[in-house]
């Protein structure tokens, strides 16, 4: 029997402080705490990111290790985000990565965020896993992403969004109608109560694999501007609920196109957006409609947290792929 692999991991790379301990592919602990003084900007305001990610980062390593009974001497390796993400906030993360790994004397291990959110899948619990190999769609704040997944080691991309991601389409929407950022579970709430085929909203045409999410924003906006205001808070919940309708029949669609295309019927859908209920539902549906097997990852693995980080560094130890402390951070890591 092989022996167990005891991994520290962190995730900083925008606007959540998390960090998990695995203990193989098992989550220990992964405490996420949410910045919350975003809020009122709509949005991420970088500074304030890393200010904050820096007065956290050490309470909740603490916390962290507490729930986890994990002592420090035996942690194996200490992984973490080295990007894509707002360079301020990966500084963090990484800055504190590379000082435990000199001062614990152990492997460092470097980790893409967007190979962690398809990885996430591989968590264990108690739901059945994907078979390689398998397409995954991001969808996040920051990104909309078709991949083909060959190993856990093997990505690439097939298309992502030309503009906006499906995460900043409900942001942006939801700050038109003057809902705290981030907009995506508020409209996702709004919208339980509402009819999705009330309202069409435009769906753009873009080819291959890729997506376009800022047409729909424009016509979102001029639909708002274009309504009383007494009108746009009687049907609030039909409004979000068409909105959320329209975004997720984008991401439905690409799902069967890319199927098609590649002839593949295992899909990991993961990031954020994930979360959608509503989203979640309609993939539900696809195994009946096209064949088409779909794995979403628990809620608390589909937004921004370190466990999904620990169990991209499972992977990369077994297969001794370490960092060197020279590495830096990468605002705009590649795939
Ligand atoms: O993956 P994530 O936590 O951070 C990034 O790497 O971007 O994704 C955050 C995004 C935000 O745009 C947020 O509005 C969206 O995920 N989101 C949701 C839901 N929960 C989070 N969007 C729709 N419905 C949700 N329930
Ligand atoms: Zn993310």
Redesign the pocket.
């Known amino acids: 029997m092989e022996d167990d692999i005891y991994i520290l991991a962190i995730e900083t790379?925008?606007d959540?402080t998390s960090v998990a301990i695995l203990k193989n592919k098992v989550v220990l602990s992964n405490i996420v705490s949410s910045q919350k003084v975003h809020e009122i900007f709509g949005g991420v305001v970088p500074e304030l990111a890393s200010r904050e990610h820096d007065r956290l980062i050490i309470p909740v390593i603490k916390e962290s290790l507490k729930k986890s009974k994990v002592k420090l001497n035996q942690l194996h390796c200490v992984a973490y985000t080295r990007g894509p993400g707002l360079l301020g906030s990966l500084l963090v993360g990484t800055s504190f990565a590379k000082s435990i790994s000199i001062s614990l004397d152990i492997p460092l291990i470097e980790i893409n965020?967007m190979h962690a959110?398809i990885l996430s899948i591989f968590i264990e619990d108690n739901n059945t896993k994907p078979k390689f190999p398998f397409i995954a769609l991001t969808?996040?704040?920051?990104?909309t992403q078709l991949v083909l997944v060959k190993s856990a080691l093997d990505f690439k991309e097939l298309g992502s969004t030309l503009d906006d991601?499906a995460?900043?389409a409900?942001?942006k929407s939801g700050k038109i109608l003057g809902l705290d950022y981030?907009?995506?579970?508020k409209?996702?709430s709004i919208s339980k109560k509402g009819n999705p085929k009330k309202f069409i909203f435009t769906k753009p045409r873009v080819d291959n694999l890729n997506f376009s999410f800022s047409g729909l924003k424009t016509n979102f906006k001029n639909f708002i501007n274009n309504n009383s205001k007494e009108f746009v808070s009687k049907n609030i919940n039909d409004i979000c609920a068409s909105l959320?309708d329209t975004i997720v029949q984008i991401l439905i669609d690409k799902i069967i196109t890319a199927s098609k295309i590649h002839k593949i019927s295992e899909f990991v859908i993961c990031?954020?957006?994930s979360?959608?209920?509503y989203?979640r539902n309609e993939l539900s549906k696809l195994k009946k409609s096209n064949s088409i097997n779909t794995y979403v990852p628990k809620l608390s693995y589909?937004?921004?947290n370190a466990a999904m980080i620990g169990i991209n560094a499972y992977y990369k130890y077994k297969k001794s792929i370490f960092g060197e402390l020279s590495d830096p951070s990468i605002s705009r890591y590649p795939l």
Not at 139 to 143: C, D, K, R
Not at 182 to 185: K, N, R, V, Y
């Open positions: 790379s925008c959540d965020h959110h969808v996040s704040g920051g990104h991601a995460g900043e409900f942001d981030p907009a995506g579970p409209i996702d959320q990031g954020g957006v979360a959608n209920s989203l589909s937004t921004d």
